[in-house]
């Protein structure tokens, strides 16, 4: 009998207890095999690391330390530093060393040495994101002839963009590797194909399928759910405090982010100082509760947006504020549970979601989950995100543009109780129906129907435009 085995960049240990954890969490519940990933530890010295292997009811864990070079040259170097930015759609913020792609590359070699150890030729192998890109292309390259799927967490960037790797004909080689790619959003496979029919031989067969060169290559969306099961009960206590009010006397609109350069916070900040200057009647009626965990940060990349972010802050408040109100409540420490925050959720009038580029944006599809039906608050969620195709009734909004958030914010505190109501519902049906089960169930039988061939040889052609069929 086939197994599912997962390849993500994380393993699933207490310290990574985080939504798209608990995601594939659930889809092993119900489709039994392996998972392999990384533990989060550094071992002590460049030679040795520690590799476990713990079994739990329906999956066996394979997890690793990587080693200070891998650390220091993969996680916060390729992936973090040249990967991230260019997928984000920031090339300019990319940084680039031949050691960190050289790393990246016996990496993840080592990650597919390890998987092929265990697994056997009727498994299926889900690959998660570009931390592990490459490891369908090692497995390929060693014979393996495994039904093997890649799903990618970021965006996919406009094909002028990604050329800005200095790998990226390696890259996409590795993409094309896989039987079934996995994207978030229609946006995200059209930027994909457009980019593989402009610059490779590929032929369309059918809305979804792809030859290149005699390979067969399977592209759908697929847009990852949560674990509603384990989200849903998620509560602690909230103490009444003035930041965040639970006597209903004045709104809260709550955000959450990890700090970055294109988290928009800086921009949210400036749409809620144009909000409170078009509509004074909502001064001291509403605070913006800004959560930013530095655990999950990349230090490299935040220190001086830290500081742009307090001192924006600071003055926000001080235009604005008084002895008992302030606008702004900026909570940058690790002190927020992950209970709390769904507590805060819970509570929140409005959700302020507003990256200016994310690729899933699984928060605000808990904030949906953990708000009251009978009395349900607004999403506001940026037209970037890979949610936002969605969960379309959420109020969507250009995270650039002061004047539309602040527009939107007014529309979510002045919505009547039936317009929160029936968006809300509507989109709490679509979170429960396209959970993390479904988005496992859904991949994995597109996985299994693939056919598995020879990897492509490339070569340029026309270019072209896909347009992808909708899974749901």
């Keep these: 009998m086939s197994r599912l085995v997962i390849v993500a960049n994380r393993a699933a240990t207490a310290e990574t207890r985080d939504l798209l954890t608990d995601a594939l969490r659930g889809v092993m519940d119900k489709h039994p095999g392996l998972w392999f990933g990384w533990n989060g530890a550094v071992a002590r010295n460049q030679k040795q690391r520690i590799q476990t292997q713990q079994r739990y009811d329906t999956f066996t864990l394979h997890s690793w330390e990587m080693t200070p070079n891998e650390y220091d040259n993969v996680y916060h170097g390729y992936v973090h530093r040249v990967l991230w930015p260019v ?169 959450h982010d990890v700090i970055s350069d294109i988290s928009g916070i800086d921009y949210r900040l400036d749409a809620l100082r144009t909000f409170l200057t078009q509509y004074p009647a909502f001064r001291r009626n509403v605070s913006l509760v800004q959560l930013a965990d530095p655990l999950q940060e990349y230090p490299l990349a935040t220190p001086e947006l830290c500081s742009k972010l307090e001192r924006f802050c600071g003055e926000i408040n001080g235009q604005y504020g008084d002895f008992s109100w302030y606008p702004v409540n900026y909570i940058h420490n690790n002190l927020c549970s992950r209970q709390l925050i769904n507590t805060l959720y819970r509570h929140a009038q409005v959700a302020l979601f507003t990256p200016l580029s994310d690729g899933m944006h699984l928060g605000a599809k808990a904030f949906i989950l953990a708000q009251d039906p009978a009395d349900p608050g607004v999403l506001i969620l940026s037209q970037f995100t890979g949610a936002a195709e969605q969960l379309s009734d959420a109020l969507l909004v250009n995270p650039y543009d002061a004047c539309a958030i602040s527009e939107a914010l007014h529309s979510a505190l002045s919505m009547p109780l039936a317009e929160r109501k029936r968006r809300h519902s509507r989109l709490l049906e679509k979170v429960k129906r396209y959970d993390c089960h479904w988005w496992g169930d859904t991949f994995i039988r597109a996985l299994t129907a693939t056919a598995v061939v020879a990897p492509p040889r490339f070569a340029c052609t026309h270019y072209g435009i896909f347009t992808a069929q909708r899974l749901y």
């Design 87 to 255: 997928f984000h759609n920031r090339p300019d913020l990319a940084r680039y060393q031949k050691e960190w792609f050289i790393t990246y590359k016996t990496y993840t070699r080592m990650v597919a040495e390890r998987v092929m150890a265990e697994t056997r030729p009727d498994d299926v192998i889900w690959v998660q994101d570009y931390h592990l890109l490459p490891v369908g292309r090692e497995m390929r390259e060693t014979g393996a002839t495994h039904r093997c799927g890649f799903f990618l967490h970021q965006p996919f960037p406009p094909g002028d963009v990604f050329r800005t790797l200095p790998e990226h004909d390696w890259l996409l080689n590795c993409f094309l590797h896989y039987d079934l790619l996995g994207f978030q959003s229609s946006n995200d496979v059209n930027n994909f194909i457009a980019y593989l029919l402009r610059h490779y031989r590929a032929e369309r067969l059918t809305e979804e399928t792809l030859k290149v060169n005699g390979h067969i290559l399977t592209v759908g969306i697929f847009p990852c759910g949560i674990a509603t099961d384990r989200a849903r009960d998620e509560h602690v206590a909230l103490p009444q405090t003035d930041a965040v009010p639970t006597d209903n006397l004045r709104s809260t609109i709550i955000s």
